[in-house]
């Protein structure tokens, strides 16, 4: 098929939108400008590319056009997830989402401790017990719980212990 | 005109057939499975409560007549993060179900879903205190004196540690996708990288590692997952197993539970910051754990494409023990294909059974 003008253009439109998109993704990820912008995306193009090629020599017609179509759905997305498994594994996009992180901390760091406050206020003056007060008592319960197994475990050896102690004293010969 | 087109009408027409059909299928089918919403059941292997512990359970598995082998096998899963019925997820597609019908006296430690009681359990406490007492009862119940250590993911770990403090009940230690070389955890290990994340301020925030946090993480590693779920889904409508299979998976997958407070600082400073597994350094209970303390024959197993943990991370145990006796498999999959649906039946189950019945003769 021959390329007309208006392919063309549509063509370096969809390029210009590309770089930019590039340039866009590695200013966001913190990493330097490089020359050559079709590096950055070409695991999704060329494998889109070579399905849509497959696709095309089978002939529109074709009901396996589905299967391929699913196929190129998989790897498009598969194209996608390495794409942005690249632009999220370096250190600047990992720094910005520290620095959200730490900034939704900052918003809702004070506002958890007054509403907690404010709660237990209200709790205190119904004569209702505070959640931390319950969850107090079930710490104290599960370390009780821990005192009681860890005494049960003494136990168990020291029967086991008198038991054979017993059969040594118990067989012939024994003293 | 294509040869496909030209030589064969009636294969065209069959296969419009077929996908006229399906699409009829797959519409119904998910009218159903908006409509009717049944919960799946999952977890149905007959199984007895062997021992409580706090949160946490020690189950046995199968019945007493189909256990043929003498070592009992204690499976220890990641702490928080998910359920573990994903081993035991439905008839035929059940990890569990395997083993036990491999012949094996199979145990699995429910860690349980921890509460705003629990934040001060530390990884300390697991390892020294809550794993003796299961594998205690293990060998007790089963009238045994070693048995088969088998951790997944964070399981895998917790469980070296264990081996490396306490090696003599351990007669064999099998790593599915567990992370020892956390230098080698993929995104995790960048994301949680003490130059950008305070955990101490998290942990000082919410006292608990959120469940909505942990869901948020996973989600990130791979943000088109969920719309490669349900294109698969779409395409796979028409088919009731793979249904079946969907709605146990799905709901697995979306029930995020948090992590006790003190055990994240703990998992991510020591482990992931300072990967003190392989540097050395780590004190758990007062006592150094030292991974060259494991002699037992080990066998791990990573996953191809795994993103949660790369299979390098996993594969750095059998560098780290002064075992003689190790295999690393690399099967295709990803973090949950080991342990759910049909690959992991058919490629990765019967490798692990097989390794570990070869080795299970006498307790």
Redesign the interface.
Known sequence: MSETPINQEFFSVWIRSMEQGMEAWLRLVGQPHTSDASQFWRPMFGQSLDIWTQILKQGAGSPDVLVQWKRFLDDSVDAWSKVLEQAMGTEGFAAAMGKFLDQYLNAVGPMRKSLQSSNEEFLRTMNLPSRKQVTDLASQIVSLEARLEALETRIEDLVESISLIEGVVKRPGGT | ??E??SSAPGE?TR??Q??TIRNVLRFSKGMELVHRRQEPRVGQTPRELIHK??KSALYRYGHASDRRHPVPILMVPNLGISRPYIFDLYPGSSFIEHMVREGFDFYLLDWGVF??????LTIDECVT?ILP?MV?KVLKTSASRELTLLGYCMGASLGACYSSLYPEPVKNFVNLAGPLDFWKG??FS??L?K????ID??I???GTMPAEMIRFGFK?L???MD??TL?NLW?NLWDDRYVEGFVALNKWANEFTPIPGEFYRQWVKEFYQENKLVNGGLVLGGKSVDLANIRCPLLVVGAKQD?IIPAESAKAMTELVSSTDTEYLELPGGHISLIAGRGASRNVWPRVSAWIARRSGQA
Not at chain 2, 115 to 120: K, L, Q, S
Not at chain 2, 195 to 198: A, E, F, K, S
């Open positions: 005109m294509t496909s087109m065209l296969k419009l077929e996908e512990k706090n509460g705003d009681e629990d934040n001060g205190q007492v205690r993929g995104l960048v994301w990288d130059r950008h994340l305070d301020k998290v000082d925030t919410f990130m791979k943000p088109t719309l490669t294109t395409w993103y």
